[in-house]
């Protein structure tokens, strides 16, 4: 089978932005470990500054993404995957975990590749926060966190079949733990009262530091993250190669990074020469 050309190209300068988003985004996650509530003037200042920092990295990459390589045909698709995440993701709304956005993000971003995926990430979760009034400051961070679950799945090594699916199974079980375990680093010093055993206490070394935040992450999010991951691995498992095979489908009659070429049609050549 021939590989694909991804749907989006990430040129040298694209790279590096993502690069340096990447970055600030590893801040934006563990800043409780970096900057102690009240250090900007009152305790929830850093989630909030660093979630307008991740609006402004976003648009940045974005935005060097559709300069380095987007056409029209990408975009129709990243619209209508764009919708079609924003309208399921309701059916699911966090129950139990339960989360029916993530196993789309992980095999568009398989099959159109790592720039399709990120730009996917961040405008489902943007066009689900408008539909189900979800806009607060934790968005940038979903945001963010579903752009790079969906990026590194096109950054997966090549395989094919049955083995393939296991991959992208085994990859969105894992990455539904991940984004749990990141999204709540970024209330975690608001959510508890000080005086818990596993509550953030600024001054801590780091080692302190961590293994509270482990204890509260297992204590608080390890169902809801379970019920995550268990569920793109369902999904993914059962629905994982009939969707592959109509991403595919599509990418190899979209052409996305073909050649446009304009050539005189024989009538018109005819009427001239006469």
């Given at each position: 089978m021939t590989a694909l050309s991804p749907a989006i190209r990430i040129g040298p300068r694209a790279a590096l932005v993502i690069a340096l988003a990447a970055f600030l985004g590893i801040v934006a996650f563990f800043w409780p470990f970096l900057v102690a509530p009240g250090k900007f003037g009152s305790n929830y200042a850093p989630p909030l500054i660093f979630g307008v920092l991740l609006v402004i990295v976003l648009s940045v990459v974005i935005s060097e993404i559709a300069e380095g390589g987007i056409n029209s045909k990408a975009l129709a698709m990243l619209g209508v995957l764009s919708a079609v995440n924003a309208a399921i993701r309701p059916l699911g709304a966090g129950t139990a975990g339960i989360e029916t956005v993530f196993f789309i993000l992980v095999?568009?971003?398989?099959?159109?590749?790592?720039?399709?995926?990120?730009?996917?990430?961040?405008?489902s979760l943007f066009a689900s926060a408008l539909i189900t009034g979800g806009v607060g400051p934790w968005m940038p961070y979903q945001m963010f966190g579903c752009a790079f679950v969906s990026m590194l799945a096109g950054l997966l090594p090549r395989a094919t079949g049955r083995r393939e699916v296991l991959m992208l199974a085994a990859y969105g079980s894992v990455s539904g733990y991940l984004f749990g375990f990141l999204l709540n680093l970024s209330f975690w010093p608001f959510s508890l009262d000080p005086n818990s055993s596993i509550a953030y206490l600024p001054g801590l070394p780091f080692t302190e530091q961590f293994q509270r935040?482990?204890?509260?992450?297992?204590?608080?999010?390890?169902?809801?993250d379970t019920g995550r991951a268990v569920t793109n691995l369902i999904c993914i498992c059962l629905a994982g190669p009939a969707v592959l095979t109509v991403f595919r489908r599509a990418a190899r009659k979209a052409r996305f990074q073909a050649p446009v070429r304009f050539s005189r049609s024989p009538e018109r050549t005819d009427a001239a020469g006469a």
């Open positions: 095999l568009a971003g398989r099959v159109f590749g790592p720039g399709f995926g990120f730009t996917l990430g961040c405008t935040y482990l204890a509260f992450d297992l204590a608080t999010s390890l169902g809801w």
